[in-house]
């Protein structure tokens, strides 16, 4: 595998850990302030957030598989 490879999978482990972390505290802060309507906009941005994130990662894939 290729050194730049190992960088790239690296930063996608510690992006998909941040976003997980970032989902969690949001959702912690939302169930402290009982806000319904942060509720809605949480789940909503946060997968949209993720859904965006996962086609980057299958466009990375499809370029990765076109140079090899």
Same mark, same amino acid.
């Given at each position: ?9 690296? +930063?996608?482990?510690? &992006?998909? #850990?941040?976003?997980? *972390? ?6 912690? @802060?939302?169930?402290?302030? +009982?806000?319904?309507? &942060?509720? #809605?906009?949480?789940? *909503? ?6 859904? @965006? ?16």
């Amino acid at each position: 595998m290729d050194e730049s490879y190992k960088g790239m999978y690296l +930063n996608m482990f510690f &992006g998909k #850990i941040g976003i997980v *972390l970032v989902g969690l505290g949001a959702l912690r @802060y939302m169930v402290i302030s +009982n806000d319904s309507k &942060g509720y #809605i906009i949480l789940f *909503l941005g946060f997968s949209l957030v993720v859904s @965006y994130i996962y086609y980057l990662e299958k466009s990375w894939d499809k370029q990765k598989n076109n140079v090899d």
